[in-house]
């Protein structure tokens, strides 16, 4: 089968998802078509793909029709929470299969039966008559109307989505949901040498940072906190000699390396799989609270420590995971500007985010606060024994587990070319 695939330009969890999707997807033709972050990570593994079509260079008008005449010679379509490549595929015709690993996030501020009424008296005669259908629709409710009109609904399990899928069953009509566990790259966790010394004393990934409202020079108050704080972490911290600063931030021309203290951090963009080789064979890790990287540390046997949250799925994550080590243990804003107010909406939410990190870095007392409730985090993490982070991992494993993706997708696919 030709499957297209996409995902949506929201840090890299959605598309490092695709890739491992596309991973599993042996003996198929795998076509990605995208733009932004997810073309940029596509690009840095184009082993996971037989074509890469990034349509970021292009005009609006020829992306789309390079998208859509992929689209129409395709015979399957994957989507990892873009939306926009589901009502397209819908309108071209094409069985579609919508991946979700927060499906539980999105926030509705119609009913669930409306939004299913719009999708299902939604012209398939254009994609401008299907937009306008769907307008006036939030971002959120965009993707959850993208599930409701695909061919096949795949959620990788967290809290809060079982009760979603319990609605959508209630709605009578709609795509076959298929709950999944971690969607990771199972063959490159698989095959990671776990006896490769330790190149680095301590890991921090930052994911791709990129979103609706964060850019690397555009509302990165977030990075230029970090930037500050890495000359103290490897002051305040002896053991740390040689740091390893990964993520989005960090590609395409804009290493950097920071030493201090007779430390070094050095800050470049990874490969997938020497990501995963990085997070098994070093002893600490830190990360933003994404959910793809905590899966991949979790698969590896790893528990990382959660650094502060860059956007306002961060604190959804943290907040569903409370009762778990790695949730309680994880560093927050909220822990430094406790009287901080966060709105509890995803782009508001994330903008507040934004203004804290730049409060706390132009702020000395702030900052100092920072340094020290962070450090303060770092100090509980190394100190747990193996034992403890074995139990950690567990927690999670039990809390998060579920059907293999690879698996679920085998499936699906094996229904579609059998009809």
Not at 94 to 109: G, Y
Not at 201 to 218: A, S
């Amino acid at each position: 089968m030709r499957i297209v695939m996409g995902a949506q330009n929201c840090g890299f969890g959605p598309v490092a998802e695709l890739v491992a999707v596309s991973r599993g997807l042996h003996g198929h033709e795998r076509v990605f078509v995208g733009d932004g972050v997810a073309a940029v990570f596509a690009r840095r593994n184009p082993d996971a793909f037989d074509a890469v079509h990034d349509t970021g260079g292009m005009t609006g008008e020829v992306a789309a029709e390079t998208t859509d005449a992929l689209l129409r010679g395709s015979d399957h379509v994957i989507s990892v929470m873009d939306a926009e490549l589901v009502i397209r595929s819908v309108v071209a015709g094409r069985p579609v299969t919508m991946v979700d690993s927060l499906f539980s996030f999105w926030q509705l501020a119609l009913p669930l039966a409306r939004i299913h009424e719009r999708c299902v008296t939604m012209p398939r005669s254009g994609l401008a008559a299907a937009e306008q259908h769907l307008a006036g629709l939030s971002p959120h409710e965009r993707v959850v109307a993208a599930h409701l009109l695909a061919t096949h609904s795949v959620v990788q399990n967290f809290p809060g989505v079982t009760e979603r899928a319990t609605e959508f069953a209630a709605l009578g009509t709609g795509p076959r949901t298929h709950l999944t566990g971690p969607i990771v790259d199972v063959e490159g966790v698989r095959d990671v040498a776990r006896t490769t010394g330790p190149e680095h004393d301590l890991l921090i990934n930052v994911g791709g940072f990129k979103n609706f409202l964060l850019d690397f020079d555009v509302n990165d108050d977030y990075l230029r906190l970090l930037h500050r704080w890495l000359p103290d972490l490897l002051r305040d911290w002896p053991r740390f000699r040689r740091v390893l600063v990964c993520g989005g931030p960090f590609g395409e021309g804009r290493e950097r390396t920071v030493s201090a203290a007779g430390g070094t951090a050095d800050c470049r963009l990874l490969r997938q799989r020497e990501l995963l080789q990085a997070v098994a064979s070093t002893p600490d890790c830190l990360m933003a609270p994404g959910l793809t990287a905590l899966h991949e540390s979790i698969a590896l046997g790893r528990l990382p420590l959660a650094i502060h949250e860059q956007h306002y799925a961060h604190v959804f994550t943290m907040r569903a995971l409370d009762g778990t080590e790695f949730g309680r243990s994880g560093g927050r804003f909220a822990d430094v500007v406790p009287d901080h107010p966060l709105p509890e909406d995803d782009f508001a939410g994330t903008a507040a985010l934004v203004g804290l990190a730049g409060r706390i870095r132009k702020d000395e007392e702030l900052y100092a606060r920072y340094r020290r409730t962070f450090n303060e985090r770092i100090e509980h993490h190394v100190s747990l024994t193996p034992a403890q982070r074995r139990h950690g991992v567990a927690e999670l494993g039990r809390l998060l587990g579920g059907e293999p993706v690879h698996a679920v997708m085998a499936g699906i696919l094996d229904t579609a070319r059998a009809v």
